[in-house]
């Protein structure tokens, strides 16, 4: 399978790198092909312009390759912060310009957009790893987890996707070396579980 790896965040130290570099080497041992774009170290432009917005619109050679990377893929893994409840800036700008009308998502003819989309992707499972330093129960009851919305509801539903999970690690800020192992460990099995290894015919 080809899975398309998506990684936003800033410091190569932090531990959303571990992760995304956990789930890249888990997934080329069990045989898959990977696409890794870390958008902050390549400088992902995630500003969109208002000749870029309609679908019949010219895209640049850079969200051409990345719709090229999310059309072509057989998954989709999305590793990133909560920040404010929302993906860091970046990754919504890659969402603005790479999640397009025509490429991940239409409207049947004589829908000027009002209607319900007609999802495009092959990829039929979407996997989202969060780190967070706010506790789950004030996450689900205060703030009531818009991060499960954006992604389960407003986008991978949207595109045709039928399976979706997420992972929240917590708190991070305060975790142990010991912990954050182990939240290596559970990634790697998300991995296993989703994206077993491949059995050549």
């Known amino acids: ?26 997934l080329l041992a069990n045989g898959h092909t990977v696409v890794l774009h870390d958008l902050y170290a390549e400088g992902f432009d995630p500003l969109i312009g208002k000749d870029e917005m309609h679908r019949q619109a ?10 090229n990377d999310l ?14 409840g929302q993906p860091p800036a970046i990754l919504k700008g890659w969402i603005d310009r790479v999640i397009r ?17 007609v999802g495009l992707l092959k990829a039929n499972m979407g996997l ?14 205060i703030f009531n987890d818009p991060l499960e919305t954006i992604w389960k509801n407003c986008i991978f539903d949207f595109c045709g996707m039928k399976i979706f ?6 708190i991070i800020v305060t975790s ?3 912990q954050r192992r182990e939240w290596l460990k559970e990634t790697e099995q998300m991995v296993d ?5 491949q059995i050549e015919n």
Not at 71 to 84: L, R, Y
Not at 101 to 117: L, Q, S, T
């Open 1 to 26: 399978m080809n899975i398309l790896l998506i990684l936003a965040h800033p410091n190569q130290n932090s531990f959303n790198h571990a992760i995304a570099q956990t789930c890249h080497d888990r």
């Open 58 to 67: 010219q895209i640049d050679e850079t969200v051409q390759s990345h719709c």
């Open 71 to 84: 059309v072509g893929s057989d998954g989709i893994i999305i590793v990133h912060p909560n920040w404010w």
């Open 101 to 117: 009308p025509g490429v991940a998502y239409k409207f049947e003819d004589g829908d000027n957009g009002e209607g319900i989309p």
């Open 128 to 141: 989202v790893i969060n780190t967070s330093d706010t506790a789950e129960k004030r996450e689900k009851i």
């Open 165 to 170: 999970d997420r992972k929240v690690f917590r």
């Open 176 to 178: 142990t070396l010991e």
């Open 193 to 197: 579980n989703y994206f077993p290894i």
